[in-house]
T-cell receptor
């Protein structure tokens, strides 16, 4: 089925750093969503984007819906230890339609 | 708050066994979904349902079936479990109205090990 390409697959963060991850597709999506999954839990919605070019923030998180509608990125500013987890992008082609998920970006703390 | 619950957090079954995974949501959502999560592959949709007694195949339905007899409950069935079905299974639900209708709310997951 349709896949979203999410990168990087994993990254190490040091407290206070800004980090970025992105998601790309060969086809257009009308909605982009970013989820975070803590260990042993289900994914939780962080940010939803509904318009091309839209830039939305949720605390230290900022996400953008690409102009071409084929990509999105998520930034985390001033990272803290509890930011570790797996971040997933997801896209929807139409209202009420099923979501397509990226492979996830695993965020780890630098030893 | 939306609550999606799954019947088991961990499950160990033997090859060939019939396995039932149950999911219940308390938000009167019309849509319910079953995914499996494997490292590096993200979440892959197995089956989904837009209404009671209605089901549609997702991207990887082979080896699975589902049942939706009541609006709040969506069951995933492994007719004859195999080792390649060892995975994390996630249930989700979403509504059909309002700006957040694409937003899916997830349960905590069931980690299934098939021996």
């Amino acid at each position: 089925g349709q896949q979203l390409n999410q990168s990087p697959q994993s990254m190490f963060i040091q407290e206070g750093e800004d980090v970025s991850m992105n998601c790309t597709s060969s086809s257009i999506f009308n909605t982009w969503l970013w989820y975070k999954q803590d260990p042993g839990e289900g994914p939780v919605l962080l940010i939803a984007l509904y318009k091309a070019g839209e830039l939305t923030s949720n605390g230290r998180l900022t996400a953008q819906f690409g102009i071409t509608r084929k990509d999105s990125f998520l930034n985390i500013s001033a990272s803290i230890p509890s930011d570790v987890g797996i971040y997933f992008c997801a896209g929807s082609k139409a209202a009420g339609n099923k979501l397509t998920f990226g492979g996830g970006t695993r965020v780890l703390v630098k030893p | 708050d939306v609550k999606v619950t799954q019947s088991s957090r961990y499950l160990v079954k033997r090859t060939g066994e019939k396995v039932f995974l149950e999911c219940v949501q308390d938000m009167d959502h019309e849509n319910m979904f079953w995914y499996r999560q494997d490292p590096g592959l993200g979440l892959r949709l197995i089956y989904f349902s837009y209404d009671v007694k209605m089901k549609e195949k997702g991207d990887i339905p082979e080896g699975y079936s589902v049942s939706r007899e009541k609006k709040e409950r969506f069951s995933l069935i492994l007719e004859s479990a195999s080792t390649n079905q060892t995975s994390m299974y996630l249930c989700a639900s979403s509504g059909t109205s309002g700006i957040l209708q694409e937003t899916q709310y997830f349960g905590p997951g069931t980690r299934l090990l098939v021996l």
